[in-house]
């Protein structure tokens, strides 16, 4: 979770860094959960999981970086072929 100043909301992120115990900063990419979908190419559809409340989608369009410690909480991790499906709209978002 995640506070992104959105009306002093806090909000629940998919954090996509990869691990790396030596990186040069404390930052974290992150692509921010909506309950509402456009039905675009930037959005996944994630699975309904408990501790999301609301059906939710991955907005690839709004991808962010935080320091580690403006991270709240840890509340649990999306299978591979999630994961995948939203590595696979963020190369589409940058035309990678």
Do not use: C
């Not at 990186?23 to 509402?36: E, H, I, T």
């Not at 456009?38 to 709004?62: C, D, H, I």
Request: proline share 7%.
């Amino acid at each position: 979770m995640l506070d992104l100043g959105y009306q002093g909301k806090v909000r629940p992120v998919v954090i996509m860094s990869r691990d790396d115990p030596q990186a040069p900063r404390a930052l974290s990419l992150f692509v921010p959960l909506s309950k509402l979908s456009r039905g675009t190419p930037y959005e996944v559809t994630m699975p309904r999981v408990p501790w999301l409340k609301l059906q939710s989608f991955a907005n690839t369009q709004a991808i962010g970086a935080a320091e580690h410690n403006e991270l709240t909480d840890r509340r649990g991790r999306f299978d591979a072929a999630t994961v995948g499906k939203i590595k696979d709209a963020i190369r589409w978002a940058f035309d990678l």
